[in-house]
């Protein structure tokens, strides 16, 4: 079975200094990844270009309602300082830039779509507790919102 083999170093955001978030570039089988680990859900989940793209066009007032929903625990984690501050991910079909914006966020960016979008710690936590579904759901505007010019 082959294995995951993580690219670079991670990129850490933190929040009340004990729920932590750790980005690390992966390959896998099916090629290039973010993987995004949570210490206070417990889970974690990659994603490729395309998955992160189709997160940048969400409203960040519904992923807000969306973070409330999480179950997280109470945990300590020794925090590891984060060793860079950027990640890109690119595929045929997408391109994605994270950005640690602070400590306890990070901006996405979509550049060929056009869409960014700010994450904190909750939002992030939430990702890693989503299903294909729910990736389904946000690309079946492929593009994003009609609304939207997309060249």
């Given at each position: 079975m082959p294995q995951i083999q993580p690219s670079g170093k991670p990129l850490r955001v933190v929040a009340d200094g004990n729920r932590q978030v750790t980005i690390q570039k992966v390959h896998t089988p099916r090629g290039e990844r973010l993987q995004f680990d949570a210490s206070a859900t417990d889970e974690s989940i990659r994603l490729d270009a395309v998955a992160?793209?189709?997160?940048?066009?969400?409203?960040?007032?519904?992923?807000?309602?969306?973070?409330?929903?999480?179950?997280r625990t109470t945990t300590t984690v020794e925090r590891a300082?984060?060793?860079?501050?950027?990640?890109?991910?690119?595929?045929?079909?997408?391109?994605?830039?994270?950005?640690?914006?602070?400590?306890?966020?990070?901006?996405?960016?979509?550049?060929?779509?056009?869409h960014e979008i700010t994450l904190d710690v909750d939002e992030l936590e939430w990702l890693t507790v989503q299903?294909?579904?729910t990736f389904t759901t946000f690309l079946e505007q492929p593009f994003g919102p009609e609304d939207h010019d997309h060249h």
């Open positions: 992160l793209e189709s997160v940048t066009w969400q409203e960040s007032s519904e992923m807000a309602d969306r973070a409330a929903t999480v179950e300082p984060s060793e860079v501050d950027e990640l890109m991910i690119a595929n045929e079909y997408g391109q994605v830039q994270l950005e640690r914006v602070d400590d306890d966020a990070v901006h996405l960016r979509a550049p060929k779509l056009g299903d294909h579904e």
